[in-house]
Every structure is written in structure tokens, then in C-alpha cells.
T-cell receptor, first 110, second 112 residues
């Protein structure tokens, strides 16, 4: 079983839709939960991170963590064509090495 | 405020050659981590440097080595290149002990 499972997509939605991106994980040692956005041929950009179960909101983005189910989600409200990118979930242990999912490719159609 | 910078942007090498990639961390950051990202995959952790020491290493062979300089910049060296080393090499910087890691644009290495 892989440490992190993430649906590769592609996920295609119309502009203005609510997008839900998800990852499951198996390593109980993960302490921090992050979402990165990566545009084609660019480095990943940190969107959000949290270290506790529950919701964290930042503008149109909401990160949700359920440690009991080992499941994290990223919701994007009022999606825009500029949100078209690959979204990577990432996990951090106390030893500071990030473990990434394989990424979900999102396409927002105008 | 400059973010993380990496050089070169692109590199083409042949099998068996050696390569050196460079990274300058975000201003004020003291920790540098290197990742390898194959096409269509998430980044894989290579190693992390802090106070000029390798603090943690991922599952990569000894052909991959690194260095951190007193100004916190870092180099990644790969010896005896294989075709499978073709990837995007990413550098991330952070300020210990904070969790956030910020990535540079990467160096795309092609091994022929």
C-alpha cells in the first residue's frame, strides 16, 4: 500500500463550480498536512497547510483534515480558469521531509 | 524579496556524465531540501541540509550528493548519470523549525 493515494484525474469542471480534491494516507506519523499548486513546468506553490483535524479557510480555498480517517481534502469555491493546474497533497513528519501525492490535474473550463 | 532561485533552468547530459545543480534559498531561510520530480509524479525527497550538514536523506543512491555553503545556498551533484535520472529537480527552502517549505522553479535535467 502506498503511503499517499491521490486520484490523478484529470478533473474537468465549468467555471464557477466547487472543486473537491482528496488524498488518503496511511502513515500515522504525519504531523502537517499541506496543499501545493503546480502550474505546468513550474515549481510547486504552497497554498495551505494545517496540523490539526478540522477546517482551515483562506479566501476561496478550504483545507479539511480528518486524522481519524486519514483523509484530507481541498475545496475550491467559484473556480476560475486560472485555477487550472496540478494540485499536490503533501505531508510532513517531524523530521521535515515532505511526502507528496502524485497530483490531481484540474482543468477549469471558461 | 527574492524567492528561491535555481540554476541552470535546463540541462542536457549524456549517460555517465556528472552534473551540478545550484540553489539559493529565500532570504532569511536556513534550510534547503532537494526533491526529484519525474513526469506525471509528485516530488520525491532526496535530502535536506541545515547548518551545512546533511540532516536527512531519502531513498536515493550515493551517486546523489550535496553541499550547503555558509550563506545557506546549496548544490546537488549527481554522478554517473543514468537515463532514469531525467527529471525536474526542485529545491525548497525553509526556516527551521517552521514547517512551510517554499519551492524554486526547478532545473529540468535530460539525460540522453
Amino acid at each position: 500500500q502506498k503511503e499517499v493515494e491521490q486520484d490523478p484525474g484529470p478533473l474537468s469542471v465549468p467555471e464557477g463550480a466547487i472543486v473537491s480534491l482528496n488524498c488518503t494516507y496511511s502513515n500515522s506519523a504525519f504531523q502537517y498536512f499541506m496543499w501545493y499548486r503546480q502550474y505546468s513546468r513550474k515549481g510547486p506553490e504552497l497554498l495551505m497547510y494545517t496540523y490539526s483535524s478540522g477546517n482551515k479557510e483562506d479566501g476561496r480555498f478550504t483545507a479539511q483534515v480528518d486524522k481519524s480517517s486519514k483523509y484530507i481534502s481541498l475545496f475550491i469555491r467559484d473556480s476560475q480558469p486560472s485555477d487550472s493546474a496540478t494540485y499536490l497533497c503533501a505531508f510532513l513528519t517531524g523530521r521535515r521531509a515532505l511526502t507528496f501525492g502524485s497530483g490531481t490535474r484540474l482543468q477549469v473550463q471558461p | 524579496d527574492a524567492g528561491v532561485t535555481q540554476s541552470p533552468t535546463h540541462l542536457i547530459k549524456t549517460r555517465g556524465q556528472q552534473v551540478t545543480l545550484r540553489c539559493s534559498p529565500k532570504s532569511g531561510h536556513d534550510t534547503v531540501s532537494w526533491y526529484q520530480q519525474a513526469l506525471g509524479q509528485g516530488p520525491q525527497f532526496i535530502f535536506q541540509y541545515y547548518e551545512e550538514e546533511e540532516r536527512q536523506r531519502g531513498n536515493f543512491p550515493d551517486r546523489f550528493s550535496g553541499h550547503q555553503f555558509p550563506n545557506y545556498s546549496s548544490e546537488l551533484n549527481v554522478n554517473a548519470l543514468l537515463l532514469g535520472d531525467s527529471a525536474l529537480y526542485l529545491c525548497a527552502s525553509s526556516l527551521a523549525p517552521r514547517a512551510e517549505q517554499f519551492f524554486g522553479p526547478g532545473t529540468r535535467l535530460t539525460v540522453l
